[in-house]
Structure formats: structure tokens, C-alpha cells
């Protein structure tokens, strides 16, 4: 059993409702793919078993990024979406139990030797997210304004979404060795969810005076200023009651993109 430690650092970037050109279709490229990605640290501890079947315990901060207007020369089909003019940085805080499998120790043999091991991952993690909008200068948290009526009697299907929850998170990866200590890894996860609300938008837009009556009167003003952004590019735009203000058919998710060093505490000769 070979037990090692490692450090990580990479980019972070997400599939949310905000800032994808096609509005029906969380896709991997798009406009703000590279000026939406933020960055992701982690450190980590782990056992390798066999060189076969590893285990890796993971705490990791990052963040994502999503914004309408990075979309670039809006077509008829991600016009509303440039419009609608929102915008979201979501800090996340996770702990991962990851399994790592090389399949090249079980075709080639204990006895092969390379430089080169792609794994595969696997895994189960608890992570928090914090949404906030920019309002000047400041960045608000948007869970505690409701921007869609969460937890409002009028809207009962929709409730309060838990900002700590479970995620599943899937990936490959290739580790190279340096030394018989140290090694480096070059390594991309995605996180499965079971929220849309990582960016705080998922369904419909809703009665603006409903704040009113479940907000204190400071984020019942910043509610007002939040939930809708399309005054700020046209003051006369119309309030949207119920119309589409996010896609709820489909769950969000994240990914990162790391480049990891880690060293063997046990290294016993392959």
C-alpha cells in the first residue's frame, strides 16, 4: 500500500442557466467558456493499492463565473438570453472521497514499468455554494433574496435550496513520475448535481411585489434590483411575471481542470 499527499492548482468553471449562447443545451465550449473559468486550489491525501485501485480524500476552494454579456454577437436563438442580463459568481467550498483506477496495471502486468498512468475517477462529494450578483461594488448573496419565490406560499413547488449538498463527481486523469517520490498529475473532474440553483436561476420570473411581503424592507430593494436586470439596458422593458427566466429541465453542474504535485510518503520499489 503506497500513501502519498499532494497539492493542487487549476481553473474552475461551470454549466449553468447564465451565459451559455445555446439556451437549450448546457455545452462544454461556448462564448465564456475561457473568460467565465476561475481558479481552483485543493490538497489532498491518498492510498494506492497494488498500483491499481486508489483512494483519495480531497478539500478543495474555487469558483465559478457566469455572465449573459459574454456571450459574443448574439444570434436570434441566445438573444434573450444577452438580454435577460444576469450575471453570477458562486464561491464553492467541497470534500471529496474519490476512487482512482489505472487500468494499465492490470493489461500490462505488476512487473511493467512506464512513466505514464491514465486513471479513472469516481466519487462521492459534500460541497457548499455561496451565488452572489454584483450590485456596484459589492457582491450579494442571492439565497437569502428568494429571486424566484423559493419557499414563497405562491410558489410551493418551489422551496428553499440547501446551500450544502451532495454531489457526484466523475473524471480521467494522467500521472506522470518525476522520481520515485514525486509525481505530477494533469487531471479534469465534473461534478454531477442534483440542484439547478447553483447559479440561483432555474424556472420563471416572478411577481416583483412579493418581496414586499416576505423581505425585510433592504433585501426586499435589492431583490427588485436582482431578480430582473433587463431596466438596465432598456428602461422600458416590461416586467416579466412568469415568464422564462431559466431552464429547469436540466440540473447544473461544475468542472476543474487541475495540474496536481504530489509525493509518496512509503514509496516501495515497482
Given amino acids: 500500500m503506497v500513501m502519498g499527499n499532494g497539492v493542487s492548482l487549476g481553473v474552475m468553471?461551470?454549466?449553468?442557466?447564465?451565459?451559455?449562447?445555446?439556451?437549450?443545451?448546457?455545452?462544454?465550449?461556448?462564448?465564456?467558456?475561457?473568460?467565465?473559468?476561475?481558479?481552483?486550489?485543493?490538497?489532498?491525501?491518498?492510498?494506492?493499492?497494488?498500483?491499481?485501485?486508489?483512494?483519495?480524500?480531497?478539500?478543495?476552494?474555487?469558483?465559478?463565473?457566469?455572465?449573459?454579456?459574454?456571450?459574443?454577437?448574439?444570434?436570434?436563438?441566445?438573444?434573450?438570453?444577452?438580454?435577460?442580463?444576469?450575471?453570477?459568481?458562486?464561491?464553492?467550498?467541497?470534500?471529496?472521497?474519490?476512487?482512482?483506477?489505472?487500468?494499465?496495471?492490470?493489461?500490462?502486468?505488476?512487473?511493467?514499468?512506464?512513466?505514464?498512468?491514465?486513471?479513472?475517477?469516481?466519487?462521492?462529494?459534500?460541497?457548499?455554494?455561496?451565488?452572489?450578483?454584483?450590485?456596484?461594488?459589492?457582491?450579494?448573496p442571492l439565497s437569502p433574496l428568494r429571486t424566484e419565490g423559493q419557499g414563497f406560499i405562491e410558489y410551493p413547488e418551489r422551496r428553499i435550496y440547501p446551500l450544502t449538498q451532495i454531489a457526484f463527481p466523475v473524471g480521467l486523469g494522467c500521472r506522470l513520475d518525476l522520481s520515485p517520490r514525486f509525481h505530477l498529475r494533469l487531471e479534469a473532474l465534473h461534478r454531477i448535481l442534483q440542484t439547478d440553483y447553483l447559479d440561483d436561476v432555474s424556472t420563471s420570473y416572478i411577481d416583483p411585489l412579493l418581496f414586499n411581503k416576505y423581505l425585510d424592507p433592504v433585501q426586499a430593494e435589492l431583490a427588485r434590483k436582482l431578480y430582473n436586470r433587463h431596466k438596465e439596458l432598456d428602461p422600458l422593458a416590461r416586467e416579466e411575471i412568469n415568464g422564462m427566466r431559466g431552464n429547469a429541465n436540466k440540473k447544473d453542474a461544475y468542472f476543474s481542470l487541475d495540474l496536481k504535485l504530489g509525493w509518496i510518503i512509503n514509496r516501495t520499489r515497482r
Fill in 13 to 140: 468553471n461551470g454549466f449553468t442557466d447564465i451565459g451559455a449562447k445555446k439556451e437549450s443545451l448546457h455545452s462544454l465550449i461556448n462564448d465564456g467558456t475561457i473568460a467565465s473559468s476561475r481558479l481552483h486550489a485543493a490538497l489532498y491525501t491518498n492510498l494506492l493499492y497494488q498500483y491499481t485501485l486508489g483512494f483519495r480524500l480531497e478539500a478543495g476552494w474555487g469558483s465559478i463565473y457566469a455572465n449573459d454579456h459574454l456571450i459574443k454577437s448574439p444570434d436570434e436563438e441566445s438573444i434573450n438570453r444577452f438580454r435577460r442580463n444576469l450575471s453570477v459568481r458562486t464561491r464553492i467550498k467541497e470534500i471529496q472521497l474519490l476512487g482512482e483506477f489505472y487500468p494499465l496495471s492490470i493489461l500490462q502486468g505488476e512487473a511493467a514499468v512506464a512513466l505514464l498512468y491514465p486513471y479513472l475517477l469516481g466519487g462521492l462529494s459534500l460541497f457548499n455554494f455561496i451565488p452572489e450578483a454584483q450590485l456596484g461594488n459589492q457582491w450579494i
